[in-house]
Every structure is written in structure tokens, then in C-alpha cells.
């Protein structure tokens, strides 16, 4: 498709900030029976009668968060949704609301703004969240976004991060990784851009792990997934900083030590074939890449029967007295103490 280059181009300045808010959130509808008032006053009104209330927020800053060389506006708004909502799913509760604040500069025109928001709008529907309010506001540079997430859970359900204890499993949802090779992959197309303007890049060789650097998902069917098969998690958390960074978290908040497996850990076949492209070690990348939004739980001995060749899940470890340490079991079958070196290790010479 030949890129339109007289796209129409609306100045912020035209409409105004009112007008700018009137416009980007005139279609929104509200269908969470919490919601009582959404956007239109000076608060949002809220009632989740005999629930408990979940909050999470998360800021996402252009040019250390997401880079729209390659970036796309409208896949942008989807995952600044997805990472909010993956933070509640990660409490074991269901999102329900969110707001969404944006800072920019007078180079977006509307209509950029409007693409942007037909990704978070998208997202809403698709994870069943509300969107009930936030704000607008004028960027010196690039742009800014912020969204705070709202959710729901009964008190028995919502699990911490401290809830483990030192005879429980380690499960993980999906596979890791993946969206750090998708990150490598996309930086290296925009270096071949820059040097070559007309170079058109054939990416069907890293479509999935592509997928999942500029579209993820939030793992909202976890909980449903869980209950079905009557297992309440005792801890958990969600892989936005890497799978040993999120480990690490586990065993400090809850006291205990763990013994990762490094052939239990789950890998896309793309992924293995891209890292040897890339002369990358394929576990150094699904102990450090980030960004996947799967979820880590641990759950009791006991359940290992309910959760066992489930294809969402996969044991990848079991905790340990916390004098036992955080260590990572070889395939080799050596031990190695566990270390958060999250995206840093990635650029480090191994």
C-alpha cells in the first residue's frame, strides 16, 4: 500500500485542550457494572461493593519506553493498556477500569493522537476494561503516557508477591524471551533503514517474536484458568523486567530460596532460531529479555497433579529454604547462583 503523504494533519492548537479531550474520548462507553460515572466530571465514580479494589500504574516515556521508528501509534495505545492490565492480572484480580494520561508535543496532529487512541480503545474492548478519565497536557519533547489501572478480586483471592513458601512450585505461563529478540530485530531493521532508505525488510522469519515486542497480551485468562482447575496461587507476579529480575522479587518479598531448572524453561522455536542468528545465548536472553507479560506464580506441592501437562503452564523450579539461596540448575546440571541483570546483561559481552 503507497503511503498517503497528504494525509490530513490537524494542529493540537486547533481544538484546543478541552476540545482535544471532547474529541479523542467522544465514542467512549462504559459497560462495567463498578463503573457509576466515567468521564465527564471531576472524578470517575466507582462501586465495587464487598470487593477489594486493585490499583497499578505504569509511565511509558518516548525514547527510553518505546521508539515509534518502528513503533506503530495505533500498537503503542494497545500495549501501554496491555502492561497496566497485566500488572492486575498479576494480583490474581480483574481489571475493570483504567485512565489514561498523555504529555505531546506540537509535532502529533490529532490524527495521530486519534490512531493512538484507537489502540487503547481496542484494547479496552478487548480486555473488558472502561476507560473513565485521565488527562492531556503539552510535552517539550516527545510524548508521554501514563495509565492507571483499576481491578477487582474477592479478599481470598488476591495473591502477593510474599505469599510463597519454601516447599512450593514455580510455574510460568507462555514462554520467555521472545519479545526481547523481537526488540533486537526491529532495532536492527531501523540501522539497515538509515543507511538504506529504500530497503524493504523481509520479516517472516521473526513474525511471533515481532508480535510480541509490539503487540503483547495480558494474561487476564490466568485467573479463570487457575479456578477452573481449583488452584489458588500463593505468589505471583508479571514478567515485565525478566524472568530472573521477577524470581528474585518472589524469593525477597517471601522470604525463601529457589532452585531454577534451565531445561524446563520455555522458549518459542523462533526464538532458538534467532538467537543462534544473532550469536546470542538462548538462556541469557529468557532469564533477562523482559517485556513477555506472563505470569510467574508459585503454587503448593500438592497441586502439581491439577497443573501437569496443562499447556499453560509450565513447572520451571521449586522454592528452597532461603539459606539455600536463588540459584539456576544447569543443563549441565551445575549451579549458579541467580543474578536481576534484567536488559543490562543483554548489551554486556557474556
Same mark, same amino acid.
Given at each position: 500500500?503507497?503511503?498517503?503523504?497528504? %494525509? %490530513?494533519?490537524?494542529?493540537?492548537?486547533?481544538?484546543?485542550?478541552f476540545?482535544?479531550?471532547?474529541?479523542?474520548?467522544?465514542?467512549? +462507553?462504559?459497560?462495567?457494572?463498578?463503573t457509576?460515572?466515567?468521564?465527564?466530571?471531576?472524578?470517575?465514580?466507582? #462501586?465495587?461493593?464487598?470487593?477489594?479494589?486493585?490499583?497499578?500504574?505504569?509511565?511509558?516515556?518516548?525514547?527510553?519506553?518505546?521508539?515509534?521508528?518502528?513503533?506503530p501509534?495505533?500498537?503503542?495505545g494497545?500495549?501501554?493498556?496491555?502492561?497496566?492490565?497485566?500488572?492486575?492480572?498479576?494480583?490474581?484480580?480483574?481489571?475493570?477500569?483504567?485512565?489514561?494520561?498523555?504529555?505531546?508535543?506540537?509535532?502529533?496532529?490529532?490524527? $495521530?493522537?486519534?490512531?493512538?487512541?484507537?489502540?487503547?480503545?481496542? $484494547?479496552?474492548?478487548?480486555?473488558?476494561?472502561?476507560?473513565?478519565?485521565?488527562?492531556?497536557?503539552?510535552?517539550?519533547?516527545?510524548?508521554?503516557l501514563?495509565?492507571?489501572?483499576?481491578?477487582?478480586?474477592?479478599?481470598?483471592?488476591?495473591?502477593?508477591?510474599?505469599?510463597a513458601?519454601?516447599?512450593?512450585?514455580?510455574v510460568?505461563?507462555? #514462554?520467555?524471551?521472545? $519479545?526481547?529478540?523481537?526488540?533486537?530485530?526491529?532495532?536492527? +531493521?531501523?540501522?539497515?533503514? +538509515?543507511?538504506?532508505?529504500?530497503?524493504?525488510?523481509?520479516?517472516d522469519?521473526?513474525?511471533?517474536?515481532?508480535?510480541? %515486542?509490539?503487540?503483547?497480551?495480558?494474561?487476564?485468562?490466568?485467573?479463570?484458568?487457575?479456578?477452573?482447575?481449583?488452584?489458588?496461587?500463593?505468589?505471583?507476579? #508479571?514478567?515485565?523486567?525478566?524472568?530472573s529480575?521477577?524470581?528474585i522479587?518472589?524469593?525477597?518479598?517471601?522470604?525463601?530460596?529457589?532452585?531454577?531448572?534451565?531445561?524446563?524453561?520455555?522458549?518459542?522455536?523462533?526464538?532458538?532460531?534467532?538467537?543462534?542468528e544473532?550469536?546470542?545465548?538462548?538462556t541469557?536472553?529468557?532469564?533477562?529479555?523482559?517485556?513477555?507479560?506472563?505470569?510467574l506464580?508459585?503454587?503448593?506441592?500438592? #497441586?502439581?497433579?491439577?497443573?501437569k501437562?496443562?499447556?499453560?503452564?509450565?513447572?520451571?523450579?521449586?522454592?528452597?529454604?532461603?539459606?539455600?539461596?536463588?540459584?539456576?540448575?544447569?543443563? $549441565?546440571?551445575?549451579?549458579?547462583?541467580?543474578?536481576?541483570?534484567?536488559?543490562?546483561?543483554?548489551? +554486556?559481552?557474556?
Amino acid at each position: 500500500m503507497i503511503e498517503d503523504k497528504n %494525509q %490530513q494533519r490537524t494542529s493540537l492548537s486547533a481544538l484546543g485542550e478541552f476540545g482535544l479531550i471532547g474529541h479523542l474520548t467522544k465514542n467512549i +462507553e462504559t459497560s462495567q457494572p463498578s463503573t457509576l460515572k466515567g468521564i465527564g466530571d471531576d472524578g470517575a465514580v466507582l #462501586d465495587f461493593k464487598d470487593k477489594k479494589v486493585v490499583v497499578s500504574t505504569d509511565l511509558l516515556v518516548e525514547g527510553v519506553h518505546f521508539d515509534l521508528a518502528y513503533m506503530p501509534l495505533k500498537h503503542l495505545g494497545y500495549k501501554a493498556v496491555v502492561v497496566n492490565v497485566s500488572d492486575i492480572c498479576a494480583m490474581n484480580a480483574t481489571p475493570t477500569q483504567i485512565t489514561i494520561s498523555i504529555a505531546v508535543s506540537n509535532r502529533f496532529p490529532v490524527e $495521530a493522537l486519534d490512531e493512538l487512541y484507537d489502540g487503547m480503545k481496542h $484494547a479496552a474492548k478487548i480486555y473488558g476494561v472502561d476507560i473513565i478519565g485521565g488527562d492531556t497536557t503539552s510535552s517539550q519533547k516527545g510524548m508521554i503516557l501514563s495509565i492507571t489501572a483499576i481491578g477487582e478480586a474477592n479478599a481470598e483471592e488476591i495473591t502477593y508477591r510474599n505469599g510463597a513458601s519454601n516447599t512450593d512450585l514455580l510455574v510460568v505461563t507462555g #514462554d520467555v524471551g521472545a $519479545a526481547y529478540m523481537g526488540l533486537q530485530v526491529l532495532e536492527r +531493521e531501523k540501522q539497515v533503514f +538509515e543507511v538504506n532508505p529504500n530497503n524493504q525488510p523481509d520479516l517472516d522469519a521473526y513474525s511471533y517474536l515481532i508480535e510480541r %515486542q509490539l503487540k503483547p497480551e495480558a494474561r487476564k485468562d490466568v485467573k479463570e484458568l487457575l479456578k477452573a482447575l481449583e488452584i489458588q496461587p500463593t505468589a505471583m507476579i #508479571d514478567i515485565s523486567d525478566g524472568l530472573s529480575s521477577e524470581i528474585i522479587h518472589l524469593c525477597k518479598n517471601s522470604g525463601i530460596g529457589c532452585n531454577l531448572y534451565e531445561e524446563k524453561i520455555p522458549v518459542d522455536p523462533q526464538l532458538i532460531n534467532v538467537c543462534e542468528e544473532f550469536n546470542i545465548d538462548i538462556t541469557t536472553v529468557a532469564l533477562n529479555g523482559g517485556e513477555d507479560y506472563e505470569l510467574l506464580f508459585t503454587i503448593k506441592m500438592e #497441586d502439581f497433579d491439577k497443573i501437569k501437562g496443562n499447556p499453560n503452564f509450565t513447572v520451571i523450579g521449586h522454592m528452597t529454604q532461603e539459606s539455600e539461596g536463588i540459584h539456576l540448575i544447569t543443563r $549441565a546440571n551445575t549451579k549458579i547462583p541467580l543474578k536481576a541483570r534484567g536488559w543490562n546483561a543483554l548489551n +554486556e559481552e557474556e
